[in-house]
């Protein structure tokens, strides 16, 4: 994960050659910049950092060492947006997560992912099959469940996604269940359908967090379609999917700043165990080498 990311940030670094002088750190922004920008992240999140580093390399003193600093810091604080990260478990079990995005993001998959995250936590999880739009959903929820060993919650006697989440919710309240994970429905582009719907199971669901599925693949559309999500239901967080499929990987670094909610987690692969935990201190370490 992060491999071009990283190659490009490594190679902009060794190339910086210090003078302490001014020519010296426009020439080494110049090359962050440049690496910053091929592995596509945002312009207005690179133009912001450039800024930072360049202010607080001036403030400390130019020099390779107060240049790094900067940079690290700066970083630093572009992906720590909102504090929380990884999994965050209610004060009372069972914690329940809701977790939304367009179909075909890896919603489901990612659903799966995360079943399999907590139950090699030693957690408890049920997973909650309320995506009654997309046909092979509930299925694919089922192979999945069975896959990763954890409880699937389904009834396809109904078509209505609140009476499914309001019934397993009974079941969960009443059992040993740590984690309630509830898969909703996605559609190709959000509509005042999917939001309807959306916002009638977050009310029955009452969850502890909101999470957004966004597709990597689709660059700054998952930043558009995450920013319209946290507009309407309200989101607490982002779980980045198809990472290994993003040929530069930059959406990463400015996805928490652009969609002011944090990134959580990081899918990169199809196979359930292809989930990584999003913190940004490992992730500056990666970069910076
Ligand atoms: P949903 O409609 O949002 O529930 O999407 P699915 O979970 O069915 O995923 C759509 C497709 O994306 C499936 O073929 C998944 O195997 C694939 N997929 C999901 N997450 C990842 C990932 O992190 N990497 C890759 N390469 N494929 C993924």
């Given at each position: 994960?992060?491999?071009?990311l990283?190659?490009s940030f490594?190679?902009a670094?060794?190339?910086?050659?210090?003078?302490?002088?001014?020519?010296?750190?426009?020439?080494?922004l110049d090359e962050l910049k440049k690496s910053l920008l091929r592995a596509d992240v945002n312009h207005k999140v690179v133009k912001d950092l450039i800024f930072k580093v360049q202010?607080?390399?001036?403030?400390?003193?130019?020099?390779?060492?107060?240049?790094?600093?900067?940079l690290?810091?700066a970083l630093?604080?572009l992906?720590?947006?909102?504090?929380?990260?990884?999994?965050?478990?209610?004060?009372?079990?069972?914690?329940?997560?809701?977790?939304?995005?367009?179909?075909?993001?890896?919603?489901?998959?990612?659903?799966?992912?995360?079943?399999?995250?907590?139950?090699?936590?030693?957690?408890?999880?049920?997973?909650?099959?309320?995506?009654?739009?997309?046909?092979?959903?509930?299925?694919?929820?089922?192979?999945?469940?069975?896959?990763?060993?954890?409880?699937?919650?389904?009834?396809?006697?109904?078509?209505?996604?609140?009476?499914?989440?309001?019934?397993?919710?009974?079941?969960?309240?009443?059992?040993?269940?740590?984690?309630?994970?509830?898969?909703?429905?996605?559609?190709?582009?959000?509509?005042?359908?999917?939001?309807?719907?959306?916002?009638?199971?977050?009310?029955?669901?009452?969850?502890?967090?909101?999470?957004?599925?966004?597709?990597?693949?689709?660059?700054q559309?998952?930043?558009?379609?995450?920013?319209?999500?946290?507009?309407?239901?309200?989101?607490?967080?982002?779980?980045?999917?198809?990472?290994?499929?993003?040929?530069k990987g930059g959406i990463a670094l400015g996805l928490?700043s652009q969609?002011?909610?944090?990134?959580?987690?990081?899918?990169?692969?199809?196979?359930?165990?292809?989930?990584?935990?999003?913190?940004?201190?490992?992730?500056?370490?990666?970069l910076?080498?």
């Open positions: 994960m992060f491999d071009i990283t190659d490594t190679n670094i060794k190339k910086i050659r210090f003078n302490d002088d001014d020519k010296a750190l426009t020439k080494a202010i607080e390399t001036k403030k400390n003193g130019i020099g390779k060492d107060q240049f790094l600093e900067a690290r810091n630093y604080e992906l720590e947006i909102g504090g929380n990260r990884g999994f965050v478990f209610a004060s009372k079990p069972p914690t329940v997560i809701l977790m939304t995005g367009l179909q075909g993001s890896g919603k489901t998959t990612t659903t799966a992912k995360l079943a399999n995250y907590l139950k090699n936590k030693q957690k408890k999880v049920m997973v909650v099959a309320a995506d009654l739009q997309r046909l092979a959903a509930v299925e694919q929820l089922r192979q999945l469940t069975q896959q990763v060993g954890v409880e699937l919650y389904e009834d396809e006697s109904t078509k209505n996604p609140v009476e499914v989440v309001t019934a397993a919710l009974k079941k969960a309240n009443s059992g040993i269940y740590d984690v309630v994970l509830i898969d909703t429905a996605g559609r190709l582009a959000i509509d005042n359908e999917l939001m309807d719907e959306l916002e009638a199971v977050k009310y029955a669901a009452n969850p502890s967090e909101i999470f957004y599925v966004a597709d990597s693949m689709t660059g559309d998952a930043i558009k379609t995450a920013t319209a999500f946290k507009e309407k239901i309200g989101i607490d967080g982002v779980i980045l999917s198809k990472y290994d499929g993003d040929s928490s969609v002011q909610v944090p990134l959580r987690f990081i899918g990169s692969g199809e196979k359930i165990e292809d989930l990584e935990v999003f913190l940004p201190e490992r992730v500056v370490n990666r910076m080498g």
